[in-house]
């Protein structure tokens, strides 16, 4: 079975300040992992994947297979960063999501 | 390109009707698939469709059902409504095409907000 789980519901931290969404994942096979990001009254879209092993707005997250996570991080807050995140698991053919973190930057 | 388009945005059903959404995906994508979204249950998978196939459906009752037409366009059916069934239903549409990763990036509509009374 697939599973992706998101601690914490809610994030919040100031401006300037490092940021670490958490997700862990469950998952027999080899695991596709993404992060999408749905900003307030926006369509819910891809931030990033981890195949790809790249940076999207500072953002960056690294599979960690041992620990079976893909914690998503940010040295740096800004404000425009508040938003909703899902971790994101495509195992057999079909996406399963966790349950999102809704992070707030404070100014 | 255009985005994924849904149709109706809201929508407000008593309990005991029928409903149809609609989703158009963008251009050239082939595949499509349906979430259901909740404060509660957050997204749920409901099914995906691919050239006309159902290729995965998740776990809801058989009131839940979809097709896809020869052009992409898909359908979204929600028999004898129930007011649990008030929710945000996002269609995602996705290229898929030689299955690797790259293709399984889902770009997803703005949802049609259902309402049941």
């Known amino acids: 079975a697939q599973r992706v789980t998101q601690p914490e519901k809610l994030l919040s931290v100031f401006k300037g300040a490092p940021v670490e969404l958490k997700c862990n994942y469950s998952y027999s096979g080899s695991p596709e992992l993404f992060w999408y990001v749905q900003y307030s009254r926006q369509r819910l879209q891809l931030l990033l994947r981890h195949i790809s092993r790249e940076s999207i707005k500072g953002f960056t997250a690294d599979l960690n297979k041992g620990e079976t996570s893909f914690h998503l991080k940010k040295p740096f807050a800004q404000e425009e960063d508040s938003a909703m995140y899902y971790c994101a698991l495509k195992g057999a053919q079909k996406l399963v999501f966790g349950q999102g973190t809704r992070l707030t930057i404070n100014p | 390109k255009a985005g994924v388009t849904q149709t109706p945005r809201y929508l407000i059903k008593t309990r005991g009707q029928q409903v149809t959404l609609s989703c158009s995906p963008i251009?050239?994508?082939?595949?499509v698939s349906w979430y259901q979204q909740t404060p509660g249950q957050g997204l749920q998978f409901l099914f995906e469709y691919f050239s006309e196939t159902q290729r995965n459906k998740g776990n809801f009752p058989g009131r839940f059902s979809g097709r896809q037409f020869s052009n992409s366009r898909s359908e979204m059916n929600v028999s004898t409504l129930e007011l649990g069934d008030s929710a945000l239903y996002l269609c995602a549409s996705s290229l898929l095409g030689s299955g690797r990763p790259s293709s399984y990036e889902q770009y997803f509509g703005p949802g049609t907000r259902l309402t049941v009374t």
């Open positions: 251009s050239g994508h082939r595949s």
